[in-house]
């Protein structure tokens, strides 16, 4: 992996992690007593905000396992999924999303440079079913993870060799 390709990778994971760290203490923080549901969201949404800071520096640093790592961050990031259930959308520095909302069927696509945004939802009522993904995310992990098995091919998961 070239440099410029690992330190930019790296830049989007730590900058959007930071980005959406900042943002989430600094949006729950002025809040009093938030409720379990929220408080739930609130740290998950720290803990991949965090991760995403994580994910960055050992790009950054060019640690052995940054490969796969990155690879299942990018990944996570992928899925947007909307239902009166259950509703989930996460990215971390960089979107390019394509998205189907249901009755009336309607297509959308969205996306941003840098930024951050993590979104859990239960149990909305009234909330139009949608589903799509995060190409941007989708690409980077797949790209990720051919990298990751080039550069060792025989070890097993999680044990790449270098970056």
Same mark, same amino acid.
């Given at each position: 992996?070239?440099?410029?390709?690992? *330190?930019?990778?790296?830049?989007?994971?730590?900058?959007? !992690?930071? /980005?959406?760290? %900042?943002?989430?203490?600094?949006?729950?923080?002025? *809040?009093?007593?938030? %409720?379990? @549901?929220?408080?739930?969201?609130? &740290?998950?949404?720290? $803990?991949?905000?965090?991760?995403? +800071?994580?994910?960055? &520096?050992?790009?950054?640093?060019?640690?052995?396992?940054?490969?796969?790592?990155?690879? &299942?961050?990018?990944?996570?990031?992928?899925? =947007?999924?909307? %239902?009166? $259930? #259950?509703?989930?959308?996460?990215?971390?520095?960089?979107?390019?999303?394509?998205? +189907?909302? =249901?009755?009336? +069927?309607?297509?959308? /696509?969205?996306? %941003?440079? #840098? !930024?951050?945004?993590?979104?859990? @939802?239960? !149990?909305?009522?009234?909330? *139009?079913? $949608?589903?799509? &993904?995060?190409?941007?995310? =989708?690409?980077?992990?797949?790209?990720?993870?051919?990298?990751?098995? *080039?550069?060792?091919?025989?070890?097993? =998961?999680?044990?790449?060799?270098?970056?």
């Amino acid at each position: 992996m070239n440099k410029w390709q690992r *330190r930019g990778l790296g830049i989007l994971a730590l900058g959007g !992690g930071a /980005i959406g760290f %900042s943002s989430i203490m600094n949006t729950h923080l002025q *809040r009093q007593a938030p %409720s379990t @549901n929220s408080f739930i969201a609130i &740290v998950l949404a720290t $803990a991949f905000f965090l991760w995403g +800071v994580y994910c960055g &520096v050992q790009m950054l640093e060019g640690n052995r396992k940054a490969l796969f790592q990155n690879a &299942v961050f990018w990944l996570v990031q992928a899925p =947007l999924l909307q %239902s009166p $259930a #259950l509703g989930y959308a996460a990215f971390c520095g960089a979107q390019a999303q394509v998205l +189907v909302k =249901l009755s009336p +069927v309607e297509v959308g /696509i969205s996306g %941003s440079v #840098l !930024g951050a945004q993590f979104g859990l @939802n239960l !149990g909305q009522p009234g909330e *139009r079913i $949608a589903i799509g &993904v995060n190409l941007f995310a =989708l690409c980077i992990s797949f790209w990720l993870m051919q990298k990751y098995e *080039r550069a060792a091919p025989t070890s097993p =998961l999680g044990a790449a060799t270098s970056v």
